[in-house]
């Protein structure tokens, strides 16, 4: 069982940055496509970025320019690194994974088979 553990979320004004951290566990990490979602209140719970096997990103328009997710396998630990934050950045992060042999880094959140409980973002104007 693939386990998920987020950390890194915390209260920050506009424009400010911080790096979200999800620990992996119950798996060969190496072999797993990682990615993040997020959802505000009221709203859909939306893709944010992911990252395949081999490195290849994608990320929602939203973000782009602003966040960078990256993985290290020797630490099991995908990261998401945020700048620029606004306040419509603000909301519950998950991550996400899903074994490589199907994971096309989607944004859509239907093939991702396993999910953290999140690690809350808020941006203050």
């Known amino acids: 069982q693939v386990q998920l553990v987020e950390s890194g979320g915390r209260s920050v004004q506009t424009g400010g940055s911080l790096r979200l951290s999800c620990v992996a566990s119950?798996?060969?990490?190496?072999?797993?496509?990682m990615g993040w979602f997020r959802q505000a209140p009221g709203k859909e719970r939306e893709g944010v970025a992911t990252i395949r096997i081999g490195g290849s990103t994608n990320y929602a328009d939203s973000v782009k320019g602003r966040f960078t997710v990256s993985r290290d396998n020797a630490k099991n630990t995908v990261y998401l690194e945020m700048n620029s934050l606004k306040p419509e950045d603000s909301a519950m992060y998950y991550c996400?994974?899903?074994?490589?042999?199907?994971?096309?880094?989607?944004?859509?959140?239907?093939?991702?088979?396993?999910w953290g409980q999140g690690t809350q973002v808020t941006v203050s104007s």
């Open positions: 119950g798996t060969t990490f190496s072999s797993y496509c």
């Open positions: 996400v994974a899903q074994p490589g042999a199907w994971c096309t880094g989607t944004l859509s959140r239907d093939p991702w088979k396993y």
